[in-house]
């Protein structure tokens, strides 16, 4: 009843309701461009084709299924990501971009800007890597499935350039759609043009699920929908989980004022890293096998032979899970490293005159924030591991191919729906005080 209260509070406010019906037509226009194809391809073999490829068919999952229609966005958000990744790490590395990440929102601005300029010939080389991949593999494919073609056939040097113009220029148009939806306020435009494609492939799931409907299996399809019950409120658990560190603050006197003397507390977050381990993890996993797929028709033997070593090992469920779950931990204890600075948030508490209680100021905070964030970081690194292999495990004991419950697209949709819905109830609280 709470929850219908609050939706129908949101949906009287006209200016929040306007900002929802402009971020819904924005989405509806996302879902438009992933079904306009870039003309010259056989989207029947590209479809069987990422059927039998787990490691492509994960990133058509995350392209909304714009991948499988060679559509115009086909990359989906792939190139802005991997550049805001890049240059994350650089302000490690790169002393004018660190001082630019400390400069407040006109050093962020800049960064953004070259971040968006990065993306374009990102954008245009992973364009024509895909193409020349599912060139390659297509015809492969089509040879050993006795299809007539193969995905893409020839190309002139005017039609391949125009087709990377068109996907290249199509990534860039969902990160400007993205910005839209985040100027509105009401959640990450980035995050929610993930989320929508992630949903978007649900019903076809469900629809192909039921038309193989088993009887006989009822209690297998139970045990699915228990453990995705359970998966979400994990996802959920461990998403909102935090360590509370207490932070007290000196007391100082000023005059005839007091300042300070209050109790606070710094939270550490179970999961600091979200989603991005995940998204390196599958960067680092694809190119072994897509590099070895470049060179498994080459004329050297020895070559060829373990191109198709490498394509066979992470064919391997098994292998392929071990590799990515390793992977995955790694990447978190990695990503956390570069986002948390216990020294800097050490220095800042000193100079703010707070303190944690009973450890002194300086390195000692800095080495026991450090260890805390250690300990529970092994909680979160694990769970993302598992939440990565999560539909691996669930194809292999249910043996349902056509209903998978993806670990990583309940994590993203998940922590989307949360993120959107503290927004939006920040927005409801903000217009309550201003009728005071």
Known sequence: MKA???????WKVKDIRNKILYI?????????????????VDVENLKNFL?????????NLFSGGALENFSVVMLGLGPYITASIIFQLLAMIIPRLEEMQKEGESGRAKINQYTRLLTVPLA?????ATITLLKRSGQSFAAGAGAPNGIIGDMSMFQLASAI???????????????????????????????????????????????????SKIFTYLIFVAVAIITIGGVVIITEGQRNIPVSYARRIRGNKVYGGVSTHLPLRVNQAGVIPIIFAISIVLIPSLVARFFVNSSTAWIATISQATINIFNN???????????????????????????????????????VPGIRPGRPTAAYLNYVSNRILL?????????????????????????????????IVVSVVLETVKQVESKLVMREYEGF
């Not at 438009?32 to 194809?37: N, R, S, T």
């Open 4 to 10: 219908i209260e609050k939706i129908t509070q949101l």
């Open 24 to 40: 819904l037509g924005l989405l509806l226009v996302f879902r438009i461009a992933a079904h306009v194809p870039v003309p010259g």
């Open 51 to 59: 059927g039998s490829n787990q490691v492509l068919g994960l990133l």
């Open 124 to 128: 245009a080389m992973q364009a024509y």
């Open 165 to 215: 113009i068109m996907i290249a220029a199509g990534s860039i148009f969902l990160m400007w759609l993205g910005e839209l939806i985040s100027e509105k306020g009401l959640g990450n435009g980035i995050s929610l043009l993930i989320f929508a494609g992630i949903v978007a492939g649900l019903p076809r799931s469900l629809q192909q699920t039921f038309a193989i409907f088993d009887p």
């Open 317 to 355: 469920q098994l292998y392929y899970g071990l590799i990515y779950f390793f992977f995955v931990v790694a990447f978190t204890y990695f990503y956390t490293a570069v986002i948390f600075h216990p020294e800097q948030i050490s220095e800042n508490l000193q100079k703010q005159g707070g303190f």
């Open 379 to 411: 909680t979160g690194a694990l769970f993302l591991g598992i939440i990565a292999v999560l539909p691996y495990i669930m194809q292999a004991a249910t043996n349902i191919q056509t209903l998978v419950l993806g670990g990583t697209s309940l994590l």
